[in-house]
């Protein structure tokens, strides 16, 4: 099955259908896909690095980008433009407003006494991104 799923994924035409199979690999524990060789072909990076190539608006790849990022780490995407660990998350907030998961993932890299941008304006603390977080999904708390 994993085959298919592979297959699907490598002709590159669907974001959700990567993004999905990144989420999967995660809630796996799964760093890579490998053939039944052994051979290394896709990272979890990889897999949401193409979806969001495809989608650029995908906003689960992005946080889940930033998330797999080490804290102050960065990397380049495929337009060649270089996004922070905090900039994933920043654009992710952007552009999805109620993404709960991109607050409490920025207040986590965040120092305690440690403030952001949001691009609309607004200066947030950790406490503050960890409270709204929390009102956009309660459940998550």
Not at 11 to 22: F, K, R
Not at 35 to 56: C, G, N, Q, T
Request: hydrophobic fraction near 40%; proline fraction near 4%; glycine fraction near 6%.
């Amino acid at each position: 099955e994993l085959e298919s799923v592979l297959g699907l994924a490598q002709t590159w035409s669907s974001s959700t259908l990567l993004m999905n199979i990144g989420r999967a690999m995660q809630a796996l524990k799964m760093d890579t896909i490998t053939s039944p060789d052994r051979r290394i072909i896709m990272s979890v990076s990889e897999i949401f690095l193409k979806a969001l190539e495809l989608d650029p608006s995908n906003v689960v790849c992005l946080n889940h980008l930033g998330a797999l990022l080490p804290k102050g780490g960065s990397r380049v995407l495929a337009d060649g433009t270089t996004m922070s660990c905090q900039e994933h998350f920043v654009k992710a907030i952007e552009l999805n407003p109620d993404l709960s998961a991109a607050y409490s993932n920025l207040a986590s890299i965040l120092s305690s006494d440690g403030t952001v941008t949001l691009k609309d304006g607004t200066l947030m603390n950790k406490e503050e991104l960890f409270i709204k977080s929390i009102s956009l999904h309660p459940k998550r708390a």
